[in-house]
Every structure is written in C-alpha cells, then in structure tokens.
C-alpha cells in the first residue's frame, strides 16, 4: 500500500466528495479491492469516509469535513507531505498516526494547495539506505522509542565484536542514518572522562528491558545538534594523513567519489594550476596509506602519487596485482 496512493486517493475524493470503486480503481489502476483496502486504511486513519452499496452508491467523504489555512503555502505544504520517512516511523509503530497527520493537512489545504500537494506525494519518494543493503534487524526498537518517549532507563545488552556486556541507558533520542537505526544514550555512573552521550547501533542491541527508573534530560540537549556535531568529530578521526597526487581532469571529476567525499570536495577547493597537460597537484587527506591505495585504485591511469613513497608503492603493487589477475588467459598459459 502506497502512501502516494492514500494521498492521492483522499484529495479525489476531497474534491469529488463521492466516487464509486470502480471509478477510483481505473483512475489509480489497481482492483477494486485494493481501493476498499485503501479506504479501510483512511477510516482506520481517522479519515471520515463511508461506502453506500447499490445504484447512485460509491465510497463518499462527509461533507464539510474541512477547516482552511490561508497562510501555509504551497512551499509549506509540500515539506510537510514529503519531509516524513514512512518506513522509519512504520518501524516506530507510527505509520498509521503518520497517515492520519497527512489526512488531516490535506483536508484544511484550500483549493489553490491541494494541486500542489497531488504533485508533491506523486513524485517525490524518499529511501533513506543505500543500494544493495538488507535492512537491519532491529527487534528492539519498539521499546528503546518507548523508553526514549517516556524518558524511562532501559538495560539492555550490547554486542562487541565478539562478546556481550551489560548497560544501563538513559535513551535522548534515536538517529536513521542510511537506512541505520542508532539511539543516543547517557550511562549514569560513567567515569567522569567518559560522561555525556554515547551512540549504540540498535542492530547490536541483543536484549532489551525497560526499568521502572525515570531520567531528567540534560538541560539543553538537542539531538540534531549534537548528533551533526559527534559526526563531524567522528569524520575528523578517521582523516589522519595527508597525501599529495597528480590528477588528471578525469581524475579530478571522479575523486570525491573514489575518495571520503567530503575530503575530495575538501581537496578540489585547494587544487594547483593545471600543468601544460591539464592534470593538476592535489593535497588529499586520508584515512591511511592503505585505505588511500585502494580508494585511489578506483582511478587507474588518471592520477599519479607524488608523496608518499609508501603509497605510491602500494598502488603500484595493487595495479601490478590487479593486471596479472586479469591478463590474457593465452598469456597466463
């Protein structure tokens, strides 16, 4: 079930005020079962629908089921359609409250709105993870949110590498990122060079048991603040040598995204004049020699390590490798 579809399906009928099944099934193009699935959805949602059996029946929205809000514009309107993640909050137990939240936007839109909004829920999908990725098994989502609602301690068991240990949380809030549940979390009695909050990944997360202990927020915190600046340390760690290289124009068009793509844009900013030939010195910061050869390997013949001797080195090791593996097979006989 979309919920481009329940959008769609309720501004219809916003305007039509009535439609029978047949009707909105050759409209959306699906069966007529699956539009009295969608509308048992909108009634579950809060939404005021009704279906009339027999001739000059159809499925009918009460009338006067309207209020207005002449200043939010078309702008704002759309954000508040398009700016909800449906699989994070189904996953959060909130889908059905995300869809009666929708419903009941678009019934105060004015008309010069409701347009814009069709639009907006047809062609806009957000998919938070990435290519390629099963989503994680997170069983205990449900009661960190819970915890993380009611602002109640939870003591769960984490996993690391390959052992499990025990911690009590004080859950402030939880984080999807690329299709990657985390929660953010105080540890009461923490050493003190160890306080202030930490990040768990809820897929590691093997047993959870809400406590009866409520917890006082620390004054101030907000998670998107905090969160923006533990990724930014984060990403700072992980950069801790610098590298210089000879690129090509090819190169340098594909280097954010062979390399840390915040290193790479970093890099291009700070690029030397091409020489006669186009390519161009380039300081990279990087994780590590290694890493920095393998990324770098993506680039073939459009770049050149200058320094240092042990990355060039490695690259040239790494192609020397790569090509005798993919020689000829009459070569290799």
């Known amino acids: 079930m979309k919920a481009s579809r329940l959008v769609s399906l309720l ?3 916003q305007q039509r005020r009535s439609a029978t099944a047949a009707e909105l099934a050759a409209l959306f193009e699906v069966s007529e ?7 048992a959805a909108l009634q579950a949602a809060g939404v005021p629908l009704w279906t009339e059996p027999g001739r000059g029946g159809g499925i009918r929205l009460l009338a006067g089921w309207r209020t207005r809000l002449d200043g939010l514009t078309g702008s ?12 994070a909050l189904a996953e959060l137990g909130l889908g059905s409250v995300l869809l009666a939240a929708q419903a009941k936007l678009i019934a105060t839109m004015p008309d010069a709105l409701r347009e814009r909004a069709r639009t907006i829920a047809e062609r806009f999908h957000l998919d938070a993870p990435g290519w390629f990725r099963r989503a994680e098994d997170v069983p205990h989502l449900a009661v960190i949110a819970d915890a993380v609602w009611h602002q ?30 985390y929660v953010v979390a105080h540890v009461p009695a923490t050493a003190p060079e160890r306080a202030g909050p ?16 409520a917890f006082a927020r620390p004054e101030g915190f907000v998670l998107a603040q905090w969160w923006a600046r533990s990724a930014a340390a984060f990403d700072r760690t992980l950069i801790r040598e610098t590298v210089l290289l000879r690129v090509s ?8 995204g062979a390399t840390d793509p915040a290193a790479g844009a970093e890099a291009l900013v700070h690029v030397g004049p091409p020489d006669g030939t186009g390519w161009c010195e380039v300081t990279l910061a990087v994780e590590s020699v290694k890493v920095a050869a393998h990324q770098l390997l993506a680039l073939g013949p459009e770049v050149e390590v200058l320094a240092p001797p042990e990355l060039r080195a490695a690259l040239a090791a790494l192609g020397a490798a790569v090509a005798a593996r993919n020689a000829p097979v009459a070569a290799q006989r």
Not at 76 to 87: I, R, Y
Not at 157 to 169: A, E, F, P, Q
Not at 198 to 207: C, D, E, F, H
């Open 249 to 256: 124009p090819a190169g340098l068009r594909d280097l954010p």
């Open 152 to 181: 109640r301690r939870v003591a769960v068991r984490y996993r690391r590498n390959d052992t499990s240990v025990r911690r009590v949380l004080e859950p402030l809030g939880l984080v999807l990122k690329a299709g990657v549940w």
């Open 11 to 13: 501004l219809t009928l």
């Open 198 to 213: 930490r990040t768990y990944r809820l897929g590691r997360i093997t047993a959870a048991e809400p406590l009866d202990e």
């Open 33 to 39: 079962r699956t539009v009295y699935r969608d509308v």
């Open 76 to 87: 704002e309107a759309a954000a508040l359609l398009a700016g909800a993640a449906p699989q």
